[in-house]
């Protein structure tokens, strides 16, 4: 069996390699890397995990809460005590509690946003973050080792491991719940009385941010709650072509603005009153500006390569350190457990903050964009306008290009370099930066990312323009570039 671990874990289709037997091969390998002393010493923790606990969650995908009892078997099966979720719960709320149980690994059953024929697993550390690439790398070395030697999985009888205490069903959303209180002050979002409709996009964050704004006096509709593995035919991907319904809510009156997750609850994604999508770029950008000006916090900013430069003039204004990362909130968690940083996001919606696990969480972002709302005391359509008036205007749009034929990453990377262009939409070139793919940056701040996948025939083309002719003649490089590759 051919398994590879990406930057966020293993994703396959359901019923072809994503099936019990290989989960089972796949869990055992985990078992045997985690109970390696590689894994225990891995990260530096405040506290040095329990090396035989595991935490294991499922998300709302078909199968999903069976392949995750059959994880657990398999742990328990090796020792392990195992704590696995009630029911589907969001992936940040598993990451939490890995950390808050003093766990040594957590797997999270999902295929995030991916398509709904897909599920996967989320492998995390005991910092909550996402397993570091040296540990995916020791899972494969174990999985290849065990297939060489005819060793196959071990398998406890499930209400075996019950009874012996070996799997105890546990709900990891109250102690999530009270931790999210540290980070939010629920008093201004109490004061503002929002009417808020979140699209849980029939992910496993349904039901999580209207159960902690119970109280507050909003009036929080939710939609697209219900189970449905199939997601409605839609990806869960909190991306404005996938946000028809959210609109149509608000524009019914359902809300004053719009949240939305993803398939399990790491991502987010927003609506203004007007219907108009709010990207993660922008909320990223207003919650650097809110716990900058209004919290008075500091600390240092991480952003990926493939995100607004809006937090950059942002962060210069403030005085803050800009990192800037390959693609992968992976590269954001390695700074968020080495130094002080205030935020760190990636362009796909995974953003934390500072006093959180180093983990993207849709929920908290979704949580602090009504605590912005309701402290500024203006609709989000204008917060969204006073923030481009200081740093934009910043328009961005993003192509996947499919190629022909797969392309050598490494050899389109240097030719993308070699052929770097002087000047697109009249604007000339000012630096070239190669951590992931090939990023020009114009004069004006305009820039356009290109990146080969390493894995499909496919050219990604990111543009960030501070006009829209800017951005279309960016991705029209792009085009030319994907279009002369015969």
Same mark, same amino acid.
């Given at each position: 069996?051919?398994?590879?671990?990406?930057?966020?874990?293993?994703?396959?289709?359901?019923? $072809?390699?994503?099936?019990?037997?290989?989960?089972? *091969?796949?869990?055992?390998?985990?078992?045997?890397?985690?109970?390696?002393?590689?894994?225990?010493?891995?990260?530096? *923790?405040?506290?040095?995990?329990?090396?035989?606990?595991?935490? &294991?969650?499922?998300?709302?995908?078909?199968?999903?809460?069976?392949?995750?009892?059959?994880?657990?078997?398999? *742990?328990?099966?090796?020792?392990?005590?195992?704590?696995?979720?009630?029911?589907?719960?969001?992936?940040?709320?598993?990451?939490?509690?890995?950390?808050?149980?003093?766990?040594?690994?957590? &797997?999270?059953?999902?295929?995030?946003?991916?398509?709904?024929?897909?599920?996967?697993?989320?492998?995390?550390?005991?910092?909550?973050?996402?397993?570091?690439?040296?540990?995916?790398?020791?899972?494969?070395?174990?999985?290849?080792?065990?297939?060489?030697?005819?060793?196959?999985?071990?398998?406890?009888?499930?209400?075996?491991?019950?009874?012996?205490?070996?799997?105890?069903?546990?709900?990891?959303?109250?102690?999530?719940?009270?931790?999210?209180?540290?980070?939010?002050?629920?008093?201004?979002? %109490?004061?503002?009385?929002?009417?808020?409709?979140?699209?849980?996009?029939?992910?496993?964050?349904?039901?999580?941010?209207?159960?902690?704004?119970?109280?507050?006096?909003?009036? &929080?509709?939710?939609?697209?709650?219900?189970?449905?593995?199939?997601?409605?035919?839609?990806?869960?991907?909190?991306?404005?072509?996938?946000?028809?319904?959210?609109?149509?809510?608000?524009?019914?009156?359902?809300?004053?603005?719009?949240?939305?997750?993803?398939? $399990?609850?790491?991502?987010?994604?927003?609506?203004?009153?007007?219907?108009?999508?709010?990207?993660?770029?922008?909320?990223?950008?207003?919650?650097?500006?809110?716990?900058?000006?209004?919290?008075?916090?500091?600390?240092?900013?991480?952003?990926?390569?493939?995100?607004?430069?809006?937090?950059?003039?942002? %962060?210069?204004?403030?005085?803050?350190?800009?990192?800037?990362?390959?693609?992968?909130?992976?590269?954001?968690?390695?700074?968020?457990?080495?130094?002080?940083?205030?935020?760190?996001?990636?362009?796909?919606?995974?953003?934390?903050?500072?006093?959180?696990?180093?983990?993207?969480?849709?929920?908290?972002?979704?949580?602090?964009?009504?605590?912005?709302?309701?402290?500024?005391?203006?609709?989000?359509?204008?917060?969204?306008?006073?923030?481009?008036?200081?740093?934009?205007?910043?328009?961005?749009?993003?192509?996947?290009?499919?190629?022909?034929?797969?392309?050598?990453?490494?050899?389109?990377?240097?030719?993308?370099?070699?052929?770097?262009?002087?000047?697109?939409?009249?604007?000339?070139?000012?630096?070239?930066?190669?951590?992931?793919?090939?990023?020009?940056?114009?004069?004006?701040?305009?820039?356009?990312?290109?990146?080969?996948?390493?894995?499909?025939?496919?050219?990604?083309?990111?543009?960030?323009?501070?006009?829209?002719?800017?951005?279309? %003649?960016?991705?029209?490089?792009?085009? $030319?570039?994907?279009?002369?590759?015969?």
């Amino acid at each position: 069996m051919t398994v590879s671990f990406g930057t966020d874990g293993w994703r396959a289709v359901i019923s $072809d390699t994503f099936t019990f037997h290989n989960l089972r *091969l796949v869990t055992q390998a985990i078992a045997d890397a985690a109970a390696s002393e590689f894994w225990s010493y891995s990260h530096s *923790l405040e506290n040095e995990p329990d090396a035989k606990k595991m935490v &294991v969650g499922f998300d709302t995908r078909f199968l999903s809460d069976r392949y995750a009892k059959d994880v657990a078997r398999v *742990l328990a099966a090796n020792g392990f005590t195992v704590f696995l979720t009630q029911s589907d719960a969001p992936t940040p709320a598993i990451s939490y509690s890995v950390k808050n149980l003093n766990a040594v690994a957590g &797997v999270m059953i999902t295929a995030s946003h991916n398509a709904p024929r897909y599920n996967g697993v989320k492998l995390k550390s005991g910092c909550g973050n996402s397993a570091s690439p040296e540990q995916c790398r020791k899972i494969e070395v174990y999985l290849n080792d065990n297939e060489a030697q005819g060793r196959g999985p071990n398998l406890m009888d499930y209400e075996k491991a019950l009874e012996l205490g070996l799997i105890t069903r546990f709900n990891p959303i109250p102690s999530y719940h009270e931790h999210l209180r540290k980070l939010i002050n629920f008093d201004i979002i %109490a004061n503002g009385k929002q009417r808020i409709v979140v699209d849980s996009m029939y992910g496993s964050g349904r039901g999580v941010i209207q159960g902690i704004l119970n109280g507050t006096g909003c009036e &929080v509709h939710e939609i697209r709650g219900e189970m449905n593995p199939g997601f409605g035919g839609v990806h869960p991907e909190p991306i404005g072509k996938y946000l028809g319904t959210l609109a149509g809510a608000i524009c019914t009156g359902m809300g004053s603005f719009g949240l939305a997750t993803d398939g $399990d609850a790491d991502r987010i994604g927003a609506m203004d009153e007007r219907g108009n999508f709010v990207d993660p770029h922008k909320i990223m950008a207003l919650a650097l500006k809110y716990l900058v000006e209004k919290r008075g916090l500091t600390g240092s900013v991480v952003r990926t390569i493939s995100t607004t430069r809006m937090i950059d003039r942002l %962060a210069k204004k403030y005085g803050l350190t800009l990192h800037e990362t390959p693609v992968g909130f992976n590269h954001i968690a390695d700074y968020m457990m080495k130094e002080d940083v205030l935020i760190g996001g990636e362009e796909s919606g995974g953003i934390s903050f500072k006093g959180h696990i180093p983990e993207g969480d849709g929920i908290l972002m979704g949580l602090l964009l009504v605590e912005i709302v309701s402290d500024a005391g203006v609709t989000l359509h204008e917060l969204v306008n006073n923030l481009l008036d200081e740093v934009g205007p910043a328009f961005y749009e993003r192509s996947d290009l499919r190629l022909k034929h797969p392309v050598a990453k490494d050899k389109m990377v240097m030719r993308l370099e070699q052929e770097a262009p002087a000047v697109i939409g009249g604007e000339s070139l000012k630096e070239v930066v190669t951590i992931d793919g090939v990023k020009y940056i114009f004069a004006d701040d305009s820039w356009l990312l290109i990146r080969p996948s390493g894995t499909e025939p496919v050219l990604r083309v990111y543009a960030e323009g501070r006009s829209r002719e800017m951005v279309k %003649a960016m991705l029209k490089f792009g085009e $030319d570039i994907a279009t002369s590759i015969s």
